[in-house]
């Protein structure tokens, strides 16, 4: 192990928080209520909250099985992208006549979440920062700049960068170019979100039940009907909110995988530390490997590290074993080869979540039971704001309202599944094997990589 990991808690940072809330009771038996959101992370909350609000005489109820915000919504790196497609080069290539509507709608959904955690007094250190993509090989530069001309002719604000002008804004003797983009991505305290919502819900008037796992879901005689492990509920609809997890319906099974994602936590850095990095704009920073970096400062100056290995286990495997790994010694590793002048510096913190990814990188939404039922699963790693979008997404489709929203193609349509087993292994295993090569040499796809990408399927993170 890395000796920078030696004293780092197998924890989440961010939910080893004292101002954690304390857990709610579980369901006891049976209930009833007009909508329940399986599911208490992002994506359920968030619809839970819209529910109550645009239809106040409706009951909803939140059934999640662990605590709100624990998994996926509590563990990531805070980036919140007013991007819906995964990116613009991701928007570009799928839906390139929606792109403007997609931007716009984008742009409205993470003003709107800014405007929620003002109106409700959420602390969880909300600031529009901006990102910056950073650049460590020649040939990214070139892709920086292809991209660049692209959001020009777009009209997308950003400032194409060379290495001195990258580095005057954060300092790595590894940058070599960069693109920044100052507006579009807000920094968060990703739990401290989450159960700001959870709260704003409560005060809403939402039942939640946590520790309440769901164990199927079908229609009764009276309606849907879903059962858990303390109970049953008896709901007029339903809207799943399971991210990685058991989607519910069978027809789901094969169309997201559970990736494991691994984070750092540094100890704050002293006042000469930050000099010697600069760093002034605070943007959430990414590199452009295939195999990327993503980091960003906390509020007390700690750089939160994370990214590289998408790490997907045979069989769709969950499993609390599987959140430590060789990945942590490895971005220790490569923390230092960007900030050798960090030398010295320790972390606190190390720890994985798992997300779920589908091969188009981005939301897909549907629905079920005679429509009853909706979903919106697939975000890929860049659902922290998206998930307000796939809430309205939701609640328009089980009212079965025709809005701006519904029109999309992107909400129309649904990405390609993924093959089942063995098969799903394999291609996996292939597609990182060939994204890690293509990083090695000169950004080259292979070709396998070259017949995915015609193919409009991919795996990421």
Request: proline share 5%; aromatic share 8%; with cysteine.
């Amino acid at each position: 192990m890395h000796p920078a990991l030696a004293e780092a808690e197998p924890t989440a940072y961010w939910l080893d928080d004292p101002t954690r809330p304390e857990p709610l009771p579980p369901l006891a038996g049976a209930a009833e209520a007009d909508l329940v959101v399986v599911g208490g992370g992002y994506t359920g909350l968030w619809t839970a909250l819209l529910a109550r609000e645009r239809f106040p005489s409706r009951s909803v109820l939140v059934l999640e099985a662990g605590r709100c915000g624990g998994e996926a919504s509590g563990r990531n790196g805070g980036f919140a992208s007013a991007s819906l497609t995964h990116g613009f080069g991701n928007g570009l290539a799928r839906w390139p006549d929606e792109l403007e509507t997609l931007d716009r709608l984008g742009a409205e959904n993470l003003a709107a979440i800014g405007e929620t955690v003002a109106r409700f007094g959420i602390d969880c250190d909300w600031r529009l920062t901006g990102e910056l993509s950073v650049a460590t090989r020649p040939h990214q530069v070139d892709e920086l700049a292809e991209l660049s001309g692209q959001m020009r002719e777009r009209g997308v604000g950003h400032s194409l960068l060379d290495a001195v002008g990258v580095r005057a804004l954060l300092d790595s003797p590894t940058y070599v170019g960069g693109l920044l983009e100052p507006h579009g991505t807000a920094l968060v305290e990703p739990a401290r979100l989450a159960w700001g919502l959870r709260q704003a819900c409560l005060d809403a008037g939402v039942v939640i039940h946590e520790s309440t796992r769901v164990t199927s879901l079908d229609r009764g005689s009276t309606g849907l009907r879903v059962a858990t492990d303390r109970g049953w509920v008896r709901a007029g609809q339903v809207a799943l909110a399971t991210n990685a997890f058991p989607p519910l319906l069978r027809r789901l099974s094969l169309m997201t995988v559970p990736v494991y994602d691994y984070v750092l936590m540094t100890e704050p850095l002293s006042e000469a530390q930050m000099a010697s990095i600069g760093w002034s704009g605070r943007e959430g920073v990414g590199d452009s490997a295939n195999q990327f970096h993503y980091y960003r400062l906390t509020r007390d100056n700690r750089i939160l590290w994370g990214g590289y290995d998408a790490v997907y286990h045979y069989g769709s495997r969950i499993s609390l074993s599987l959140e430590s790994g060789p990945t942590h010694d490895r971005l220790a590793r490569h923390f230092f080869e960007t900030f050798p002048q960090l030398e010295g510096v320790r972390f606190t913190h190390r720890w994985a979540g798992v997300i779920d990814t589908c091969t188009r990188f981005s939301a897909f939404f549907g629905t079920a039971l005679g429509g009853d039922a909706a979903y919106a699963l697939g975000y890929t790693g860049l659902g922290v704001a998206a998930t307000r979008f796939g809430a309205q997404v939701m609640l328009d489709l089980l009212r079965g309202e025709s809005t701006e929203r519904t029109g999309l193609a992107m909400v129309r349509r649904k990405p390609l599944p993924f093959p089942p087993e063995p098969l799903r292994w394999a291609g996996i295993r292939m597609t990182t094997r060939s994204l890690a090569r293509a990083d090695a040499n000169h950004g080259r796809r292979n070709l396998w990589l070259r017949t995915l990408d015609r193919a409009g399927l991919g795996f990421d993170s």
